[in-house]
């Protein structure tokens, strides 16, 4: 017989709210039957005394679940934690304590560390160190069995979390967040770790424990950061789950990998860091190229770190694939016409689309050799989504929408096809039902997947696709086996249902002189410097 799974809550920052989170778990049992237990993360008192927690505190009211809680971040609510081991705060209400694993009775384990970090010696009673880290993976992972916990509770982010995954949102996860804890997680592999402090909820794609080809699978980790209680944004601060302990299920079972998994985001080039150190950001692969900027400054060069150029360093970054021959696209090759770039980036550059469907229509390309967005390295990948918020932002601006495209089949260097449409033409459904008619009438199996899966989880190096996103975040992807018509994009948007200008379905009938091309390239450029993110640097 099958173990039935627990049923649990998460929840981010109390901040002494309680009656507000406590009617809400009530109606949520009430709609949807009872859960097992309420774990929360973050500031579970306010930095104030409050009446409110003096009725719980006293048997007046009572928690509706049996809650765990983790213990102070700051001074001022030191005071309601007295004992460093954990204790029962009121009736259904338990401070688990500064660190340690709980073991419930069905075999869930819940590893917990409690406060912000702290290098100040002596450590402060709101504070965790280096040493409260070792001391928590020595008691864990000091045996040959050990393959993760179920459950890990932080208050703070782990820092570099986004690093892979999807965004994190206006949480930079390279600057927030604590290294020890980003340590924590590397070493006890949790199937769900949670956190808050940021007021900010983050929802990340899961990553594997297991650097694929050279260890054994392990299960997925997922990472959920829970906003405050009651925010005016409404914001989520409450995450239900259902779990069933890791010693109780088949291994197969707990192996299994979810379709959007990413790589780990503390792995630091397959070694860890040491403890009680900071660790450093991931490494990636970076272009060493060289080109002009076509800023005020023409003529100056600037090396692929967006500064000017200084003496090579003793390492040098590894350089991207080389074409096998002539490229139109490399930024380096003599073959790329250069009239038609309107924005170069670090790692990747804006042109005009040769034969576009609108004068504005552009491609983002990478100023490196790299024939698709699965090959991309995180960093040119970073820079990528950059450029598509911020076309966005632009295309908006005027009035427009866009839509965004890529066919890696028969194609050497990837494009990214940046289509503008006027709101007046139709609405972002009609796009996609357009998409989805058109490849039911050629037999194209075009599946919509999930808004923050990458393409990276979905498709190999190699792979042959086609893919689109729409501005809402939607995706539309196709895997090619055979042939593929090479204009379908292109199709669909000048069909009569979106831009109607069918004439202009190929790009070899949309041509115009290399002067009218440079008139164009100088508009745009003109239109989009107040977005242009590079002048930033």
Not at 187 to 199: D, G, M, N, V
Request: with cysteine; net charge neutral; proline share 6%.
């Amino acid at each position: 017989m099958a173990q039935q799974p627990l049923r649990l809550l998460a929840c981010g920052d109390v901040e002494g709210k309680f009656d507000v989170l406590f009617n809400r778990v009530r109606t949520i049992q009430k709609k949807s039957g009872n859960f097992d237990l309420l774990l929360c993360v973050g500031n579970f008192f306010g930095s104030t005394q409050d009446a409110e927690w003096e009725e719980y505190r006293t048997g007046s009211k009572k928690a509706p679940i049996q809650t765990y809680v983790l213990g102070a971040n700051n001074q001022e609510t030191v005071q309601y934690f007295q004992d460093a081991d954990g204790c029962e705060l009121a009736e259904n209400i338990t401070y688990l304590g500064r660190k340690g694993v709980f073991t419930g009775s069905s075999g869930l384990q819940i590893a917990y560390l409690s406060g912000t970090e702290s290098l100040d010696e002596p450590v402060p009673r709101y504070s965790f160190s280096a040493e409260d880290v070792s001391s928590l993976r020595t008691m864990l992972c000091s045996t040959s069995q050990f393959k993760g916990v179920d459950i890990l509770l932080t208050s703070p982010w782990p820092k570099y979390v986004g690093s892979f995954g999807n965004s994190s949102g206006e949480v930079d996860t390279k600057k927030c967040g604590s290294a020890l804890v980003s340590r924590l997680a590397a070493s006890l592999k949790p199937r769900y770790h949670f956190a808050a402090l940021e007021k900010s909820y983050y929802e990340r794609l899961p990553y594997r424990n297991h650097v694929v080809l050279q260890e054994s699978a392990q299960h997925a980790t997922r990472f959920i950061a829970l906003a405050n209680v009651g925010n005016p944004e409404k914001k989520k601060y409450l995450y239900a789950f259902s779990i069933v302990p890791m010693k109780l299920m088949a291994a197969a079972e707990l192996i299994k990998q979810p379709p959007d998994v990413t790589e780990n985001p503390y792995r630091e080039s397959g070694k860890e860091a040491a403890v009680g150190k900071q660790m450093s950001a991931p490494q990636e692969e970076s272009t060493c190229q060289f080109f002009f900027d076509l800023s005020e400054k023409q003529g100056r060069k600037r090396s692929s770190t967006g500064k000017d150029s200084k003496p090579p360093q003793a390492k040098q970054p590894r350089r991207p694939p080389q074409p096998p021959g002539p490229c139109w696209f490399c930024l380096a090759s003599p073959e790329v016409e250069k009239h038609l770039v309107v924005n170069i980036g670090t790692h990747c550059y804006l042109a005009l689309a040769k034969g576009g469907l609108s004068d504005d229509h552009v491609l983002i390309l990478p100023i490196g050799h790299y024939q698709s967005v699965v090959e991309l390295s995180a960093e040119v990948v970073e820079e990528v989504e950059k450029y598509k918020s911020t076309l966005k932002r632009f295309f908006k601006s005027r009035g427009k929408r866009c839509v965004l495209f890529e066919r890696n089949y028969r194609s050497h260097h990837l494009q990214l096809q940046v289509i503008p449409v006027p709101l007046s033409c139709c609405v972002t459904d009609d796009i996609k039902d357009a998409f989805i008619t058109q490849a039911q009438e050629q037999q194209i199996e075009l599946l919509e997947i999930p808004e923050h899966s990458d393409i990276k989880q979905i498709a190999q190096p190699g792979t042959a696709y086609f893919y689109v996103e729409l501005d809402t975040g939607e995706k539309l992807f196709h895997r090619i086996k055979k042939n593929f018509p090479l204009q379908f994009g292109r199709e669909v948007l000048a069909s009569e249902a979106i831009l109607n200008i069918p004439d202009k379905a190929d790009w070899r009938q949309c041509q115009i002189s290399k002067e009218e091309e440079e008139t164009l390239a100088r508009r745009f450029r003109k239109d989009f410097e107040p977005f242009d993110f590079t002048l930033d640097d």
